[in-house]
T-cell receptor, first 114, second 115 residues
Framework: DTAVSQTPKYLVTQMGNDKSIKCEQN?????MYWYKQDSKKFLKIMFS???????INETVPNRFSPKSPDKAHLNLHINSLELGDSAVYFC?????????????FGPGTRLTVL | GQQLNQSPQSMFIQEGEDVSMNCTSS?????WLWYKQDPGEGPVLLIA?????ELTSNGRLTAQFGITRKDSFLNISASIPSDVGIYFC???????????????FGKGTLLTVNP
C-alpha cells in the first residue's frame, strides 16, 4: 500500500490556467507538507499543515493555495500558472511537526507549464 | 534564510569504492538528516542525527552530526550500483513559536557508480 500518494504524476498545462494537485497519506500522520523541487533538484518547503491547520507558509506567491479537507489530505491549487511554476512538487507527511519526526515523501508531481 | 552548502555536487566512482559527502551551514540545526532520491521518486530518509557529535551507522552508511551543530557528513562504504541517486542533507530547525520544525535541504550530491 502506498503511504503517501499524489495525483496526477504528470501535469502539462498552458500558462494562465488553474490546476490542482492532490495528496493523500494513509499513515495516520498529523502533519503534511508541500515541497517544490526545481530543475536543479533544489528542494524547498512551501507549506505545512498540522491537523488541517496551516503552520508553515514560506514565501510563496498567493497564486498557490493549499487546502486540507482532513488530516489525511493536503491539496495544492495553483492559479494563473506561470512558466516559472514548472517543477516537481512533492507532498510529505510526518507523525507530528516537532523535532525528529521523519517526513515520508510522495512520488512527486511533475508540472510543466507551456 | 538558512542555507546548507553540500559538496561535492556530483561524484563518479567505481563499484567498491568508498564515498564521502558533507554539508556545512552558518546556522545551527537541531537535527541533521540524510535523504536519498532515486529518479522519478521522492526522497527517502537514510539516517537521522539528533545530538551534536553523534555518529550513526545504517548498513554501509555512516553519518555524523558535527560538534558545532553546523555540519554533517555521510560516508558510503563499498559502493554498489544501486547506490546511484541524489543524496540530500537536511537540517531541521523550529519555526515560529519554537515549534513546527521545518527542513532546509542542501542542493544534493549526484552519485554515479560504474559497475
Amino acid at each position: 500500500d502506498t503511504a503517501v500518494s499524489q495525483t496526477p504524476k504528470y501535469l502539462v498545462t498552458q500558462m494562465g490556467n488553474d490546476k490542482s494537485i492532490k495528496c493523500e497519506q494513509n499513515l495516520g500522520h498529523d502533519t503534511m507538507y508541500w515541497y517544490k523541487q526545481d530543475s536543479k533538484k533544489f528542494l524547498k518547503i512551501m507549506f505545512s499543515y498540522n491537523n488541517k491547520e496551516l503552520i508553515i507558509n514560506e514565501t510563496v506567491p498567493n497564486r498557490f493555495s493549499p487546502k486540507s479537507p482532513d488530516k489525511a489530505h493536503l491539496n495544492l491549487h495553483i492559479n494563473s500558472l506561470e512558466l516559472g511554476d514548472s517543477a516537481v512538487y512533492f507532498c510529505a507527511s510526518s507523525q507530528e511537526s516537532g523535532v525528529g519526526n521523519e517526513q515520508f515523501f510522495g512520488p512527486g508531481t511533475r508540472l510543466t507549464v507551456l | 534564510g538558512q542555507q546548507l552548502n553540500q559538496s561535492p555536487q556530483s561524484m563518479f566512482i567505481q563499484e567498491g569504492e568508498d564515498v564521502s559527502m558533507n554539508c556545512t551551514s552558518s546556522s545551527i540545526f537541531n537535527t541533521w538528516l540524510w535523504y536519498k532520491q532515486d529518479p522519478g521518486e521522492g526522497p527517502v530518509l537514510l539516517i537521522a542525527l539528533y545530538k551534536a557529535g553523534e555518529l550513526t551507522s545504517n548498513g554501509r552508511l555512516t553519518a555524523q552530526f558535527g560538534i558545532t551543530r553546523k555540519d554533517s557528513f555521510l560516508n558510503i562504504s563499498a559502493s554498489i550500483p544501486s547506490d546511484v541517486g541524489i543524496y540530500f542533507c537536511a537540517g531541521q530547525t523550529p519555526g515560529s513559536g519554537g515549534s513546527n520544525y521545518k527542513l532546509t535541504f542542501g542542493k544534493g550530491t549526484l552519485l554515479t557508480v560504474n559497475p
